[in-house]
């Protein structure tokens, strides 16, 4: 909670890998967990005569999310030169899009507290990642791997529109849904797909002028981007009301700490002597292709989940849950193209399926369950072959050892349903054990449950509960032991 009579402003610069398999001005590949330094050439490494040569497929995936995104994306673009001195870029200068990006305004649309809000964009621009330095603290020295070097990025620029650590974060997420679902980037947080600067500053209510904002650099979690925000509010509300100063500043977070720390004072445009490339050309893009790249985008989240609301009378909640990926979506919608009823398969997703590979870590993709096999085992409780706990059972040999929910039937035997054979157990118990059954007569309903259970006992809980409780009825209803 922010404190009483002050409100934060806060703007967020989201930088996201592009899913190009080479870099974005030279052909040099790459590739998460390669060897350091191994995604290398001389364009790379700023060697003297070489020339950038633009990636055609980064402005290409640049654009569908610019569409996705509302934004004005602009069929002529540049790029410019941001100038700095730090070993991570050996060329000592950024290639980016800073007078001319390839897209301006548009919109992230997220639910915050269940109210939907569009949270304005104020550009997307393209531009070359950079190298990652390590610090080794023990040995005293900084070591700096240029695999990254080079590869493509956007950096989508909000408008200081939020006023919340949850706000940013709702932020993030829908973002984050969007650039996987057109496929531009493969969104993997923890290998740096996705990663946030946020700017934070504070004010009174009702003051329009804006405070001294910081910088918040590189967090790559949901969970830490609330965090960092909630601490820099805070600290920066307690220094003004102890009568210091916020300094404009670049600060890093540590979420072991729960704190953040100042890295170095924050430039500004000017500092970075932005001008033109001379090497690159104008990014000029024709009608046909334009139009191509529009006209290719796939159903957007939340279309998606208004569709499944709408069309397979889901629960916002159901729905918002089976659209937080694509991949998620995609195999919920392959389980009903099986024939299943579509709330049956959400309850079995929600349920059973995501809450064991949230327990394993694991996403939806890397499931051993597919969704056909997940179909099938539904198929089978839905015709009577398998009781929901028999289902249960099959469902974790499905995930443990690969088998089919068939072959777990054939290996187990089904759920017996004969209304004959059941009778015939239930004359058994019951005559098993007459006291209780004189008890339940004289009106000892509860026993009903001991009756279940003793059923359920003898058949190694395969027998059909509801054929089970019917016939107990029937046999127990009147007479004499």
């Known amino acids: 909670m922010i404190p009483e009579g002050w409100e934060a402003v806060i703007g967020l610069e989201i930088h996201v890998q592009l899913a190009t398999s080479s870099k974005l001005f030279t052909s040099a590949a790459h590739r998460y967990g390669d060897s350091p330094n191994e995604n290398v050439d001389p364009v790379v490494l700023g060697m ?22 509302d934004c004005e994306v602009h069929q002529t673009s540049r790029f410019d030169r941001k100038h700095y001195f730090y070993a991570d870029l050996p060329k000592g200068y950024q290639i980016t899009q800073q007078l001319a990006p390839i897209c301006t305004g548009g919109a992230v649309v997220a639910t915050v507290d269940g109210v939907e ?9 393209l531009e070359e990642d950079a190298g990652k330095t390590i610090h080794d603290g023990r ?25 919340t650590s949850e706000e940013a974060v709702a932020f993030m997420k829908a973002l984050h849904q969007v650039v996987v679902a057109t496929g531009s980037s493969h969104g993997d947080m923890e290998k740096g797909n996705f990663r946030c600067d946020a700017n934070v500053s504070v004010r009174p209510v009702g003051q329009t002028e804006l405070g001294t904002r910081t910088e918040m650099k590189n967090i790559n979690s949901f969970r830490f981007v609330g965090r960092a925000i909630s601490s820099e509010i805070h600290r920066q509300i307690d220094l003004i009301e102890d009568g210091g100063k916020v300094v404009q500043e670049t600060r890093l977070w540590d979420d072991e700490a729960g704190m953040s720390r100042a890295m170095r004072s924050k430039e500004e445009a000017h500092d970075y002597r932005y001008f033109p490339d001379p090497d690159l050309m104008a990014v000029e893009v024709d009608d046909a292709t334009y139009e191509r790249i529009r006209s290719s985008l796939p159903e957007l989240p939340r279309a998606r989940q208004k569709r499944f609301e709408e069309e397979l009378s889901l629960s916002s909640y159901d729905a918002a849950l089976l659209t937080q990926s694509r991949a998620r979506a995609d195999y919920f919608e392959g389980v009903i193209a099986a024939g299943i009823e579509a709330k049956v398969a959400a309850n079995w997703m929600a349920g059973e399926l995501l809450g064991r590979l949230n327990k394993e870590d694991k996403d939806i993709d890397e499931s051993p369950v597919s969704a056909s096999a997940l179909a099938e085992l539904l198929r089978l409780l839905h015709e009577g072959k398998l009781s929901g706990k028999m289902g249960k059972k099959a469902f974790s040999a499905m995930m443990d050892e690969g088998v089919s929910a068939s072959a777990w039937l054939k290996s187990n035997g089904g759920q017996i349903t004969d209304p004959a054979i059941i009778a015939e157990i239930v004359e058994r118990v019951v005559a098993t054990h007459p006291g209780q059954a004189v008890e339940f007569r004289a009106g000892k309903e509860q026993l009903m449950g001991f009756f279940v259970g003793q059923v359920m006992k003898e058949t190694r809980g395969k027998a059909n509960p509801q054929a089970v409780n019917a016939a107990l009825r029937a046999a127990l209803k009147g007479g004499t032991s």
């Open 117 to 125: 809000r569009a949270f304005k964009l104020n550009r997307i621009h």
């Open 48 to 69: 003297p005569g070489v020339l950038p040569v633009l990636n055609k497929r980064a402005v290409e995936l640049a654009m569908r999310v610019g569409f996705a995104l």
């Open 139 to 163: 040995r005293g020295i900084s070591l700096v791997d240029y695999n990254r070097a080079g590869v493509p990025l956007i950096e989508v620029v909000s408008e200081p529109d939020m006023r």
